[in-house]
């Protein structure tokens, strides 16, 4: 059994060769201390209209006085180093959706529907074909959710990128009625967990795969090797493997916004289930999670394999199969699963003993 924030002898932890985020070049760490540390200036910017303070997947803004109950839900993000793998790819079309994905889950774990989008656009040397590329994406993933791309800025910046190198980012902005804001306040002992499947690494911890992979330069033996295929799938290539597309779980879950059963949910991104989870566990309760209860793919367990990861480290840095969780009352669990029958019940809540999350494997 290991907790949130403490060590687990994985399967590879007395490997010299082990490979770990921090290595890679990504401090989670330095993360969470910087969080904490903006926090006090970051309320002091706060009037009454805004709601919950950080931490959540989202921020909240009541759209009028105290009185109306509308509220605007906003979150910003990026692909990572995924673009990295994209680029050496020269497949772009993918990555506008990824971002467009992303930030749809993060408001929704806050119980939101997504009203509007904006993109930011930055490159070396700008490459018209390359960035419509990418804004199609988006644009294809913003109709297909009936979400408005309002708007959005292409940067040129020579010198900071190189060449045809360019970062991406997104912002949303969703409405919730501030009475149905899901934060996970609602979760009590006796709760059961479900998790939704993921369709890969979605947009996270490829710092950490292109270590393991060797992927760190722009060469041709590089392109080679995302070229070629899975050892455990010949059919697809590492490439398109990697840049598999980061699921939406709007469509699976949008009529049970306007119920009572979710009392919690966690978008698995970077921190994985410990991290993510969390966010919305309340003081004094432990989420419990049952690592019998699914089989991370085999593409996981291949890139652990590769980078001699440790299993903690990995539950730590990737979503391991779990893209999306849910948390929701046992009498509420088939209806659950009726609006999404991908789910598995993978833990349930107890009272707390120290930790907000603990991952173990139960026997029997």
């Known amino acids: 059994m290991f907790a949130s924030g403490s060590r687990h002898p994985g399967a590879h932890e007395a490997d010299p060769a082990a490979l770990s985020y921090r290595a890679a070049g990504v401090d989670i760490d330095a993360g969470d201390l910087m969080v904490r540390a903006i926090a006090p200036a970051v309320a002091r910017t706060h009037s009454a209209r805004v709601l919950r303070g950080l931490g959540h997947f989202g921020g909240f803004f009541r759209v009028g006085p105290a009185g109306p109950n509308a509220t605007l839900v906003a979150s910003i993000d990026g692909v990572g180093t995924k673009l990295m793998v994209a680029q050496l790819a020269g497949k772009h079309a993918g990555i506008g959706a990824d971002i467009v994905h992303h930030c749809v889950n993060d408001i929704l774990a806050c119980g939101a529907t997504p009203l509007f989008f904006l993109d930011y656009f930055a490159t070396g040397r700008l490459d018209a074909d390359i960035g419509t590329q990418v804004v199609e994406g988006i644009a294809r993933a913003c109709e297909t959710h009936d979400i408005a791309l309002l708007g959005g800025e292409t940067a040129e910046m020579p010198g900071l990128y190189t060449g045809n190198d360019y970062d991406l980012a997104g912002v949303i902005v969703g ?190």
Do not use: K
């Not at 490439?239 to 709007?250: K, M, N, V």
């Not at 699914?294 to 590769?306: A, H, M």
């Open 175 to 364: 409405i919730v009625d501030a009475e149905r804001i899901v934060d996970g306040a609602r979760i009590g002992p006796g709760d059961v967990i479900l998790g939704l499947p993921s369709s890969g690494f979605h947009t996270n911890g490829y710092s950490l795969i292109r270590a393991a992979l060797g992927l760190n330069s722009n060469d041709e033996r590089v392109r080679e090797r995302l070229r070629s295929g899975l050892p455990f799938n010949p059919s697809e290539s590492v490439e398109d493997a990697l840049l598999r597309p980061h699921r939406c779980y709007l469509p699976q879950l949008r009529e049970l916004l306007d119920g009572d059963e979710l009392r919690g949910m966690a978008h698995i991104t970077g921190g994985g289930i410990p991290g993510n989870l969390g966010r919305v566990i309340p003081d004094g309760l432990t989420a419990r999670i049952d690592l019998t209860s699914w089989t991370p793919p085999t593409l996981f367990e291949w890139i652990l394999e590769r980078g001699h990861i440790a299993e903690d480290e990995a539950f730590r840095v990737f979503n391991m199969g779990i893209g999306f969780v849910l948390v929701c009352a046992r009498d509420d669990v088939a209806a659950v699963l009726r609006a999404a029958p991908e789910g598995l019940i993978i833990g349930e809540v107890i009272e707390g003993d120290g930790a907000r999350v603990i991952l173990e494997r139960r026997s029997g």
